[in-house]
């Protein structure tokens, strides 16, 4: 079950304003990944079911995470239907981030207090999805729903809408400048910080420091 509420997951969100977001089908890289970017500062990390068996990996990073990794909130993304949802609860996500409104998604994640962040791509849709309980909405694909401009003219009539961006979110002091600016509640930011070896492994080291910098970036953008 679930180690956090949906008001921890959330708030931990906006504290640290990133949330790595990735997917690998090897539960060893998953773990060095996830370590490196805990070392760099990252509080919050969604790990998405995009391939066979992800299920399965995703437990084993559950019960690392939870034994090693203290403070480290784990959720799960790229959840389409109720039944997915359960399995991923069943294994201790903290989070479930979709794609979708799906309002049998937000009925389970409700009965059991575990936030669900669905993607929402309209005034209407965002509003819908608050009506079902939902926290915070995941703007997806976020450059293409309308960027920052699009977040700064929602939160026009929903000023209480808090909102994730994830695509077209660059760790870069202008991307998160220009997002924070607009009023998100946070961003979801995957292989750009995902540092690679000329050798295709993940650079471990520099993934830390590229969190590291990140974060100290989200903090220099909100002062």
């Not at 805990?38 to 995009?50: I, P």
């Not at 794609?99 to 059991?112: L, Q």
Request: proline letters at 5%; charged letters at 25%; hydrophobic letters at 40%.
């Amino acid at each position: 079950m679930a180690k956090y509420t949906r008001i921890e997951a959330a708030q931990a969100m906006k504290d640290t304003g990133i949330v790595p977001v990735f997917y690998h089908k090897d539960p060893e890289v998953c773990k060095k990944v996830i370590k490196a970017c805990y070392d760099g500062g990252a509080r919050v990390f969604e790990f998405t079911n995009r391939g066979d068996f992800a299920h399965e990996v995703f437990g084993e990073l559950t019960k690392y995470v939870n034994k090693d990794l203290d403070g480290m909130i784990l959720g799960i993304g790229s959840v389409l239907d109720a039944g997915t949802t359960s399995l991923y609860l069943q294994l201790g996500a903290n989070f479930i981030v979709s794609p979708i409104v799906n309002p049998e998604m937000a009925k389970t994640c409700n009965r059991r207090k575990v936030a669900w962040m669905p993607g929402c791509g309209s005034v209407t849709e965002i509003s819908y999805a608050e009506e079902l309980g939902a926290e915070v909405v995941k703007i997806f694909p976020g450059s293409q729903v309308g960027g920052p401009a699009f977040v700064k003219a929602v939160k026009g009539p929903l000023p209480w809408a808090s909102i994730m961006p994830t695509g077209g979110v660059s760790p870069t002091e202008e991307s998160l400048k220009e997002w924070f600016a607009a009023g998100v509640h946070c961003v979801g930011i995957g292989s750009n910080l995902f540092v690679k070896k000329e050798d295709g492994s993940f650079d471990l080291e520099a993934i830390t420091q590229k969190v590291r910098n990140s974060l100290d970036l989200v903090k220099k953008v909100k002062s």
